[in-house]
């Protein structure tokens, strides 16, 4: 395997480490010395090169996964086709694959696993409607921050990566646990391949387990085909009903009876999230009998026996007398006796277990549902419950669906079955804190949710209203008032003016400039359908600020428009835009070459050899983001140095700085003379720093050495 490390690609990627190798390919963390900043780069591995079909297909899928921008997906930068090498410019994340934490966690517990996952299918929804399926959707493909968001990568992969041939091998023994029965079987897969691959990640999360395991990928491949898995709720019993519905309804190897998109699967995993009792009406849950396989020489036997009637037909005795009908005759008494005795038996057990066990009783009865009701005021105490006993779990909550007091959660659900008696979980609601609503009337929009959130006020809803009271965009009242308390789960409804207009069928346009459309994207898009507006194009420019932050919009707040015009939105893809500045210096007059080193934000950018002739040096220097310090150093020493601001172009130079650097010259060949006049001819040539400790009549050697190199005047002699 080519190692790439300490090696620089296209004059631009400094390779720094190994980050992680795969079948196919070598990821290195690399320093991106244009922009500033830290980037993955995948390089391919030789042996693919040679494949033209696969440099072809790699090319075209490049293209493709480039347009992809979704904070669910790793972000590519930058491709390169060359002939001897061709790579990917990633995102670099700082974090662990999904398949590392499983195997830390063992199991994830079930509220996570939705979370992860609806995560996931809002990354592969944004790449289906951009016509790109992934194919490859499994944990090791997927990476976990440390804020638990999650990170898609390697997107077109196994669409390229894919030889000549579609047989399934060894190799395949890393995917072929999460690969859809389709892709088994070698067939032209859809978006549909990658559900099924999503119930298997989600499988594995909420049981630990794989669906399908053994030592061979042929046999693992055999199984997607024709085993069904175990139900998960069969190896963890705490996974609700509903999950387990999702789960496998995404592993139907029918795509017909799959999700048919990642947005079906979200919105069944939001209804469960809403409803963790809801039970899914899938009708292929019904069991069913498992297919017997036969083999020739069974349906062979089978074709050749005797065919058996539908209707008992009287047995004929011959009246002969031979050897056969004695044994008949004294065989059928013995059966009859020993059958009589078998049948007195277990008649007995069945009585006996009847009296004095509880196995033929069935005393189990229906659970309420008892979600959403008042635990102290509906439930606790009431007559109409007092078959069951209640183990009660306060809890907090952000979930606006439920208030405090209510129940949000229960164990059994309502509507199965338990014994009279049983014990119900609950999970309460508890009183949130009650804080007062700041002051927001008369803010902007942006400024008046950012006080809320700092509050601990984290649910939202903004509408507006006509008023010549308040200039557009400014908050007109809340609900509940501010200087009101409230619990912090409780949905603060914003109001925002919208100064009314002379001509009725015209609307002003909001701003919403500053505001985070990632964040706040269901605000934004209610706030201009308040006003019977639309929301038009989402698209991204470099900008300085955070990602996801408006700055522009196609048309300026205040104009009137028609009802329903949209307007478009530029959002900040939060790298700053890049510039290029020009370094004018003097050079010091040393009659030498040195070499050049340029350090930008403490890092080597760049090196050089120059000839210092006191001439004056111009150098151009590209970079992004605000202002950077920029180091030039001459043989190791600080020459030059000033502040350089990215975000214009040209970039603005600024706080130039030269610095003095010392002399430098021969040392001169002192060997063999007396310590004074060694002395004296170092001094006249500038040295002052001589170490002559060592000497006690004459000088036999000089470090460094003599006449070999021009040396600083400050360097060191040590004379011996």
């Given amino acids: 395997m080519d190692s790439y490390v300490g090696k620089r690609l296209d004059g631009r990627y400094e390779i720094r480490e190994i980050i992680g190798v795969g079948g196919m390919a070598v990821v290195y963390k690399a320093y991106d010395n244009i922009d500033d900043r830290i980037v993955a780069i995948k390089i391919l591995k030789e042996e693919f090169l040679a494949n033209e079909e696969f440099r072809r297909r ?19 930068y930058d491709v390169s086709f060359g002939d001897r090498l061709q790579y990917i410019v990633m995102e670099y994340i700082d974090g662990i694959t999904l398949k590392e934490y499983i195997e830390q966690q063992k199991v994830i517990n079930w509220k996570e696993a939705v979370h992860f996952s609806t995560q996931i299918l809002r990354a592969l929804q944004h790449a289906h409607d951009k016509g790109i399926v992934h194919r490859d959707v499994k944990p090791q493909n997927i990476m976990l921050l440390q804020n638990g968001a999650i990170k898609v990568t390697d997107f077109g992969i196994a669409r390229f990566s894919r030889g000549e041939t579609r047989t399934m091998t060894e190799s395949a023994i890393g995917s072929v646990h999460y690969i859809s029965p389709e892709q088994a079987r070698g067939e032209i897969t859809d978006d549909k391949a990658d559900i099924y691959s999503v119930g298997v990640v989600l499988y594995e999360m909420i049981t630990g387990k794989l669906p ?10 055999i199984m997607q085909l024709q085993n069904e898995a175990v139900h998960p709720r069969d190896i963890n019993p705490q996974i609700p009903i509903g999950l387990e519905q999702i789960t496998l309804r995404a592993m139907q190897k ?26 899914f009406d899938y009708s292929y849950f019904v069991d069913k009998e498992p297919t017997q396989y036969i083999t020739q020489q069974d349906a062979a036997r089978i074709a050749a026996a005797p065919v058996v009637k539908s209707h008992l037909q009287p047995v004929q005795i011959e009246d002969e007398e031979d050897d056969d009908d004695t044994v008949q005759n004294k065989t059928l008494p013995i059966l009859v006796g020993v059958a009589s005795a078998l049948l007195a038996v277990i008649i007995l057990i069945i009585i006996f277990l009847a009296l004095f066990t509880d196995i033929f009783k069935n005393d189990k009865i229906e659970v309420p549902d008892l979600l959403g009701k008042d635990y102290a005021a509906e439930v606790d105490g009431n007559k109409k419950y007092a078959d069951w006993e209640f183990d009660v779990k306060y809890v907090t909550s952000t979930d606006s669906k439920y208030s405090a007091g209510q129940i949000c959660k ?29 002051k927001i009337v008369g803010l902007e929009l942006g400024t008046a949710k950012q006080a809320l959130i700092a509050e601990g006020f984290v649910n939202t809803k903004v509408v507006a209203e006509y008023t010549d009271d308040y200039k557009e965009g400014l908050v007109i009242s ?44 269901s605000d934004i898009e209610e706030y201009f359908t308040s006003l019977n507006l639309k929301v038009g194009s989402v698209r991204e420019e470099d900008s300085k600020e955070p990602a996801g932050t408006v700055i522009q919009q196609s048309i300026d707040p205040g104009e009137k428009v028609s009802v329903g015009t949209k307007i478009d939105i530029v959002i900040s893809s939060g790298k700053a835009p890049s510039g290029t500045a020009t370094l004018n210096f003097k050079l010091p007059n040393t009659g030498s070459s040195m070499k050049l080193e340029v350090y930008v934000a403490n890092e080597l950018y760049d090196t050089k050899t120059l000839n210092c002739d006191g001439s004056t040096y111009s150098y151009k220097l590209t970079g992004s983001g605000d202002k950077k310090n920029v180091i030039c150093k001459l043989d190791g020493e600080t020459y030059y140095t000033c502040t350089v601001d990215f975000s214009t172009d040209p970039a603005t130079v600024s706080n130039e700085k030269i610095s003095s650097i010392s002399t430098k010259t021969t040392i001169p060949n002192v060997v063999g003379k ?47």
């Fill in 410 to 438: 229960q164990s059994p659900y309502g509507g199965s079955k338990a014994k009279k008696g049983a014990t119900i979980k609950l999970e309460v609601i508890a009183n949130g804190s009650q804080v007062t609503i700041p």
């Fill in 478 to 521: 809340s609900e509940p008032s501010e200087g009101t308390k409230a619990d912090t789960a409780t949905t603060i409804i914003i109001t925002v003016a919208a100064p009314s207009s002379d001509n009725p069928d015209l609307k002003e346009v909001p701003s919403v400039l500053g505001l985070n459309y990632e964040k706040d994207k």
């Fill in 674 to 720: 007396s310590l004074d006049d060694a002395l004296k001819a170092l001094k006249n040539a500038g040295f002052t720093n001589i170490d002559s400790s060592a000497v006690s009549d004459k000088v036999n050697s000089v470090d460094p050495l003599p006449e070999y190199e021009k040396h600083s005047t400050s360097t060191k002699i040590t004379l011996r």
């Fill in 254 to 279: 029918n795509t017909k009876d799959r999700y048919q998109s990642a947005a079906e699967m979200l919105l069944d995993l939001d209804e469960f999230k809403r409803n963790p009792a809801v039970k």
């Fill in 212 to 221: 399908f395991e053994s030592d061979s990928a042929v046999s693992v491949a």
């Fill in 58 to 76: 790699f090319k075209n899928e490049s293209k493709a996964i480039a347009v992809l921008s979704h904070p669910n997906i790793v972000k590519v």
